[in-house]
């Protein structure tokens, strides 16, 4: 099962050349910043639209919404973590070494990966905290996807991957943040519950700010009464209903 992808000819291969040959005509300090971002980047990016999507349903949401959001937000990364374990047998069997082992010309930007290829523990990761994260809260999500995405050009840029490796972590992510996010939901969402009503912790789920009602009027669309629209109407209503 090694040799996956060692023909020039092989779409994956060309592509890989192509993505990666990017980074020979780019300068020398755009590679050190994908070099970060592929890395590191995109993983802090992910954890910030976490805490942002945390930050937003605590303060905005009824104590049912915000259950269901920060229970849908703790999934998020367990199941990047049970992408990561599940990926350990699956690169074992498939033994794909990285692509610089086997094709000469690539601009490798990381150093010192000497694991299997096949599928990427980074683009695993990053689209498994995306779906789990879209679970949670559409609008995030979509944006976590998206940084999902950007990971996985990345890796392919940075020649320490094939695109295919990169598609297999997208499915293998995918998967696992859906597949098992119903019996995850039905496990968090008693526990996320009952740390909500908990008088210590219980601002991790919902704040304890309360509502202005200026806030409640305008958030439920509620127009403010005019002066003098008490049940006797103003002096020109009754003139009108005379």
């Known amino acids: ?47 910030l639209v976490v805490l942002w999507c945390w930050w937003s349903v605590r303060r905005r949401g009824t104590a049912d919404d915000s259950v269901t959001a920060v229970a849908g937000l703790v999934w998020a990364p367990l199941a990047a973590g049970i992408a990561l374990l599940v990926n350990i047998p699956i690169r074992g069997f498939v033994e794909r070494r990285r ?31 995306a779906v789990g994260l879209f679970v949670a809260n559409r609008k995030f999500g979509l944006a976590a996807i998206a940084l999902a995405l950007l990971e996985g050009f990345c890796r392919i840029y940075m020649g320490v991957h094939y695109p295919t490796d990169v598609i297999g972590g997208f499915a293998l992510g995918t998967s696992v943040a859906l597949l098992l996010a119903p019996l995850a939901m039905m496990l968090l969402t008693p526990l996320v519950t009952a740390v909500s009503r908990s008088g210590s912790v219980g601002w991790l789920v919902r704040s304890r700010r309360p509502v202005a009602a200026d806030d409640l009027g305008e958030s439920r669309g509620i127009p403010e009464p005019r002066p003098g629209s008490g049940r006797g109407g103003s002096p020109d209503e009754k003139d009108l209903a005379a």
């Open 99 to 129: 692509p610089f082992y086997d094709h000469e010309g690539l601009d490798v930007l990381v150093a010192g990966k000497t694991d299997f290829s096949f599928v990427s523990d980074h683009a695993t990761m990053a689209m498994a905290i």
């Open 1 to 47: 099962m090694a040799g996956l992808a060692l023909d020039g000819s092989n779409p994956d291969v060309s592509l890989l050349y192509d993505i990666n040959g990017l980074a020979k005509a780019a300068p020398a300090w755009f590679d050190r910043v994908m070099e970060f971002v592929g890395e590191y980047g995109i993983m802090l990016g992910m954890v």
